[in-house]
């Protein structure tokens, strides 16, 4: 919330930022010889629902304002929150313009105690949860249905080094992080950090694993 022109950071806000880092960013462009700035999200069409039921009521409450919610033909959820005023607030906190080559987790969030909601947020945005397979079976990938993996795979160097640190601190163990051309992915693989992570971090959705392709 915007209190005298500082932000407080409550624990839904600190999760807003997590997905903010993950599946959103402040765009500045010129519109009519005017600098304009955008705050602009893109998910799934699945997602549409945790934008209308979270993503956007905390914007309204933290700022006043709902912005534009729709999803597009291309199976897409967009949010889009127009305004110097919004992008301000979350620039002075750390967040970047324009694309983001890298990032980390701001440091109010540190301040207000709420990492666990970031992780959460940032998990939403880029994580994903799925039953182990193999592709070495010379006929079709074998699934091993009991066997699950929680992986989070994004860009920022920064900020995937941290959330591993974060983890750890929380009793969570977490994979090597890997870096494949400039992807950073980091794997729980462990069954019993799996069920810690989920304790842990309480995911709102991405808590049932999604079946691998054969």
Not at 184 to 201: A, E, G
């Amino acid at each position: 919330m915007v209190h005298s022109g500082i932000l407080i950071i409550s624990a839904d806000f600190a999760e807003m930022l997590g997905v903010l880092l993950g599946d959103g960013c402040i765009s500045r462009y010129i519109a009519q010889g005017r600098t304009q700035f955008a705050t602009a999200f893109t998910a799934s069409s699945s997602e549409y629902w945790y934008y209308e039921e979270f993503v956007q009521p905390t914007f309204e409450a933290n700022f006043g304002i709902s912005g534009y919610l729709y999803r597009r033909k291309d199976n897409t959820t967009r949010y889009h929150v127009y305004g110097a005023r919004v992008a301000n607030a979350l620039t002075s906190i750390g967040i970047p313009i324009g694309k983001k080559h890298d990032a980390s987790i701001p440091q109010c969030v540190f301040e207000s105690g709420h990492i666990v909601p970031f992780i959460r947020g940032l998990y939403h945005a880029e994580g994903s949860i799925y039953r182990r397979y193999s592709k070495q079976c010379r006929e079709h990938a074998r699934i091993y249905y009991n066997r699950l993996t929680i992986q989070i795979r994004m860009k920022l160097s920064t900020l995937m080094h941290q959330i591993r640190d974060e983890l750890t601190k929380l009793g969570i163990m977490a994979n090597r992080l890997t870096d494949k051309d400039g992807v950073y992915t980091l794997r729980i693989t462990s069954q019993l950090m799996i069920t810690k992570f989920l304790d842990l971090i309480r995911p709102r959705y991405k808590t049932k694993p999604r079946e691998a392709s054969l």
